[in-house]
């Protein structure tokens, strides 16, 4: 690894713990409005809209800078939209302001690994960087609760520091050589080029295996944060600081996956993990056996642990396929298009249930089984569209 991803590395790890800062900071100054409770979960769809609604901008973007200073700006429009807070403006619509910068940051953050890296590192880096970001998650909500306890305000100043400090990492990035820029700007050209670079990925067989396995484990990830802490509640008698204790538990086993995978699977191997998603959704059937909170949050940093080994090498090969098909930027802007659209359906049929009072237990029989059904389904679908062309 070269000085460049190490600075990329740190710049990265204080984005997203500002990220996962000012969620907890904004849901504080929500209660200090007096806002209706209903307000709390749209603040997280006010920011993922912006990765759908600009998916076929955010890509070619991404691509016709050096992406260190796409990274720049975008945490310039994350910084943005903590100034509107503090300005007075409403949460939900300065986090939407933060929302389009993480849009426009994504692509680049993830796409100048191509850049810097040969392709036998990039497991080993997504591994580095899906571990610094589960960090951030872990990390990001104690420091937004803590800061923004009294005074809210005050904790997104603080945030806002912090969005100034990655943009400082951002700006020392090593320049790399611009790759695929866009030939034209006009609106028409560019949801063309989205929806070329969006059937190119689903076509393209490795591309769509991971294409298929990323959009479900996001979809599903974001679910599973509600489905344990309501069967945390429900069936161990957990409070909410002690339900989301086991969400931290959760996100280090995704740290502790992710970095055997980048020591352990080769690039090449990638859709070999497979098997470890299919196990991951049995395992999680297997939490309605659970009563104990000891053996609870066993299988809860093992359900982690197999979700960050299949993920980081399905991760690097979905942008080794698109930095050659297309240019990581458009790749990556796909990718994050797909992951947010699953993570609204999943999130809506979760709450669909919920709404219809079906039993906690019912809903993780369902949804474990789909998980396992959908991955096994996935890989015998590879398996079938590579039996005569070959691996990668």
């Known amino acids: 690894m070269n000085r460049g991803f190490y600075t990329i590395l740190i710049a990265q790890f204080l984005s997203a713990l500002a990220d996962n800062a000012l969620l907890f900071a904004a849901i504080a100054l929500l209660a200090k409005l007096q806002?209706?409770?209903?307000?709390e979960p749209l603040l997280r769809e006010f920011f993922i809209f912006a990765y759908i609604v600009l998916a076929p901008f955010v890509g070619p973007f991404a691509d016709a800078l050096p992406k260190g200073r796409v990274m720049f700006i975008s945490n310039g429009i994350k910084f943005l939209g903590c100034l509107l807070a503090l300005a007075g403006v409403p949460p939900l619509y300065a986090y939407a302001v933060v929302g389009i910068g993480a849009a426009a940051y994504s692509p680049a953050k993830y796409g100048i690994l191509t850049e810097f890296l040969p392709s036998h590192l990039l497991v080993k880096a997504n591994g580095w960087m899906e571990g610094t970001t589960v960090l951030a998650i872990i990390l990001g909500p104690l420091l937004g609760a803590m800061v923004s306890a009294k005074n809210p305000y005050f904790g997104i100043a603080i945030i806002t520091g912090l969005y100034v400090l990655a943009a400082f990492f951002n700006y020392y990035i090593p320049k790399a050589p611009v790759d695929h820029r866009t030939p034209k700007r006009s609106l028409s050209y560019l949801l063309h080029d989205f929806w070329h670079a969006f059937t190119t990925l689903w076509r393209d067989p490795q591309g769509q295996v991971s294409l298929a396995v990323t959009t479900?484990?996001?979809?599903?990830?974001?679910?599973?944060?509600?489905?344990?802490?309501?069967?945390?509640?429900?069936?161990?008698?957990?409070?909410?600081?002690a339900s989301t204790g086991l969400i931290a538990i959760l996100a280090v086993g995704i740290a502790v996956g992710s970095a055997l995978a980048s020591f352990l699977v080769a690039l090449e191997n990638a859709v070999k993990v497979l098997p470890a998603g299919i196990a991951m959704g049995l395992l999680v059937i297997g939490m309605i056996f659970v009563h104990s909170p000891v053996v609870a949050a066993l299988v809860l940093f093992t359900i982690g642990a197999l979700a960050g080994f299949f993920l980081v090498p399905l991760n690097s090969l979905l942008q080794y396929r698109g930095h050659i098909l297309?240019?990581?930027?458009?790749?990556?802007?796909?990718?994050?298009?797909?992951?947010?659209?699953?993570?609204?359906?999943?999130?809506?049929?979760?709450?669909?249930?919920?709404?219809?009072?079906?039993?906690?237990?019912?809903?993780?029989?369902?949804?474990?089984?789909f998980v396992s059904l959908s991955m096994a389904a996935i890989y015998r679908h590879y398996l079938r569209q590579t039996a005569n062309t070959g691996p990668l």
């Not at 806002?35 to 307000?39: C, G, K, L, N």
């Not at 974001?222 to 909410?240: C, H, I, N, R, Y």
């Not at 699953?342 to 979760?350: K, S």
């Open 35 to 39: 806002a209706p409770a209903w307000h």
């Open 216 to 241: 479900l484990f996001w979809g599903a990830g974001a679910t599973m944060q509600f489905v344990v802490l309501k069967w945390a509640s429900l069936t161990l008698g957990f409070d909410e600081q």
């Open 326 to 369: 297309l240019g990581a930027g458009h790749s990556i802007a796909v990718q994050n298009f797909n992951e947010n659209i699953g993570i609204l359906i999943l999130l809506g049929v979760y709450t669909m249930m919920i709404g219809h009072g079906m039993p906690i237990n019912l809903i993780i029989v369902i949804f474990g089984a």
